[in-house]
């Protein structure tokens, strides 16, 4: 069983590698009653800034595993940062053990600071680094990557800078075009908090808390949502090539 949470198709890719029907947790964190039962559960997601999305954490307070076997995978581009410290910090608190944790590196696809182009061609060693978490878990290895002192100092250098300490839960930074949109309803669809609505035919957003994923920015076909601070490349977006715009709006249409 492998629960996962994604915004441009990274974290639903490893989730199917480890899993051929693995399941979307904002669909699951929406039913009042999370009882799961397993012989090994997974959790994949992307790493926000040395953290965990908040719909993540969430969903590991709701939850109760019955398991043998717990582990958690970041998807991360840049940096995996205190990931494998903030996580199980976190579940400590909750009373849940982690069995096994492991990051891999993908395509960063955070706009303002790195340029989709790019980032869909380099070489991160992403396969290997899957082919070697898959053989982890299959052979149920235990453990967690220890965290540096240099790692905790560039963690709190980001957490410090306005610029990336607002990819957290913050979607003021979101700016619909409306000129641009075309009323197609797909960034409302990808949105996991139900946080964008078609008004008038155009995209509005909602006060509902936003997760900062940035899915409705990547997959609106017009480009119209964009980074309010700017990006460092507005003409190109991601989706990882192999998930279809369809599993993303699977995975977290609020419909």
């Known amino acids: 069983m492998v629960f996962y949470f994604t915004a441009t198709g990274n974290s639903l890719y490893v989730a199917k590698r480890l ?3 693995p399941i979307s ?48 995978i970041g998807t991360y581009g840049n940096h995996d940062s205190v990931i494998c410290e903030t ?9 849940i053990k982690i069995n096994y944790m492991n990051t891999v590196s993908m395509a960063d696809n955070y706009l303002p600071v790195f340029d989709m182009e790019k980032e869909v061609i380099a070489d991160k060693g992403t396969e290997k680094r899957i082919d070697k978490i898959i053989a982890d878990v ?25 610029k990336l300490r607002l990819m957290i839960n913050d979607g003021s930074q979101l700016r619909i075009k ?24 155009i995209a509005v957003r909602r006060k509902a808390e936003c997760e900062y994923c940035l899915a409705c920015a990547h997959n609106c076909p017009q480009k119209a949502i964009t980074i309010k601070r700017g990006e460092k490349n507005p003409n190109a977006r991601y989706r990882n090539e192999n998930i279809t715009l369809q599993e993303i709006i699977n995975s977290n249409n609020q419909d």
């Not at 996580?87 to 009373?95: F, N, S, T």
């Not at 052979?139 to 800078?161: I, N």
């Not at 197609?184 to 008038?200: Q, R």
């Open 25 to 72: 947790i904002p669909q699951m964190i929406k039913h009042n009653r999370l009882d799961f039962s397993d012989e090994s559960i997974g959790i994949v997601f992307p790493v926000y800034a040395g953290r965990a999305p908040k719909i993540v954490m969430d969903f590991m307070r709701k939850s109760n595993f019955k398991t043998d076997y717990l582990y958690f």
């Open 178 to 201: 409306t000129e641009k949109c075309i009323g197609c309803g797909i960034c409302k669809k990808v949105c996991p908090v139900n946080n964008i609505i078609i008004g008038n035919g």
């Open 138 to 162: 299959n052979a149920k290895k235990q453990g967690v990557p220890k965290v540096s002192s240099q790692d905790r100092r560039l963690a709190k250098r980001v957490w410090t800078m306005e």
């Open 19 to 21: 899993d051929e029907n």
């Open 87 to 95: 996580v199980p910090d976190e579940c400590k608190k909750l009373g």
